[in-house]
């Protein structure tokens, strides 16, 4: 696809508004800036940005993932991949490692919803996930973004990395 096409411009379009999404997601979390976490339960004093969330489910996996709550392991993971997610969609860089780290995010938090309320099948989270994998099979990186740079980069230093983090 060339850069500069319309298809082109309108994934990069996609990847940046999704790149937000999650961004927000992370600075949300860690600041509480008021809207879905207030600051007295934000990461940075002392909140945990899964347990309103984890420990407040009541589907068929909630026996499942309500004892992760609040752990520190599956905080620090859930904020890192928001935050990688936000920051490396935004810059169009490594879509291929975000695009199965953050379908693994989508589809675990879509399974800890079930049964899901207005859809028996399809949520956000299954939305996101495809459109994750359609802009890494695109390489929507390459337009208003660094991901050409990246990937020579990644190419000169090591070939079997860039087929990974490309």
């Known amino acids: 696809m060339s850069t500069g096409s319309q298809p082109a411009v309108v994934l990069a379009v996609l990847r940046i508004v999704l790149g937000l999404v999650f961004l927000w ?19 940075l004093h002392g909140g945990s940005p899964t347990a309103g969330y984890l420990g407040h489910l009541e589907g068929a996996a909630s026996g499942f993932f309500a004892p992760m709550a ?23 860089i490594g879509l291929r490692a975000l695009a199965v780290a ?15 309320s207005n859809n028996p099948v399809i949520d956000e989270h299954i939305v996101y996930a495809a459109a994750l994998v359609v802009l890494a099979a695109t ?27 490309a």
Do not use: H, R
Not at 25 to 36: E, N, R, Y
Not at 75 to 91: I, P, T, Y
Not at 147 to 159: D, F, M, T, V, Y
């Open 102 to 116: 953050g379908t693994a995010l989508m589809l675990l938090m879509w399974l800890s919803a079930l049964p899901l």
């Open 139 to 165: 390489n929507a990186g390459s337009v208003w973004g660094l991901g050409k740079q990246w990937n020579a980069l990644l190419e000169a230093q090591s070939p079997a990395l860039a087929k990974i983090f």
């Open 25 to 43: 997601a992370f600075v949300d979390k860690l600041f509480g800036l008021g809207f879905s976490t207030p600051s007295q339960k934000s990461w």
């Open 70 to 92: 609040g752990s520190l392991v599956v905080d620090l993971l859930f904020m890192l991949g928001l935050g990688a997610l936000g920051v490396g969609l935004l810059l169009g």
